[in-house]
């Protein structure tokens, strides 16, 4: 999903998504992210960008 609009001279982007969950789909989480950028960023050049969503990126650390 995403949003552009322009106020004045100032273009805004808000992109929104849902990556693959779960550990072992790091790969593939990094892949659609990727892709999301690319479909949304790279062809809807911007003055600012925000990027919102349930990314699915999780830090594994354990707690002493």
Do not use: C, W
Request: hydrophobic content about 40%; aromatic content about 12%.
């Amino acid at each position: 999903l995403e949003l552009e609009f322009k106020i004045g001279s100032k273009h805004f982007l808000f992109v929104n998504a849902h990556l693959q969950a779960m550990q072992e789909e790091s790969q593939r989480r990094n892949h659609d992210l990727l892709q999301v950028v690319h479909r949304f960023v790279d062809t809807q050049p911007a003055d600012q960008v925000y990027f919102f969503g349930d990314l699915n990126y999780r830090v594994n650390i354990t707690l002493e």
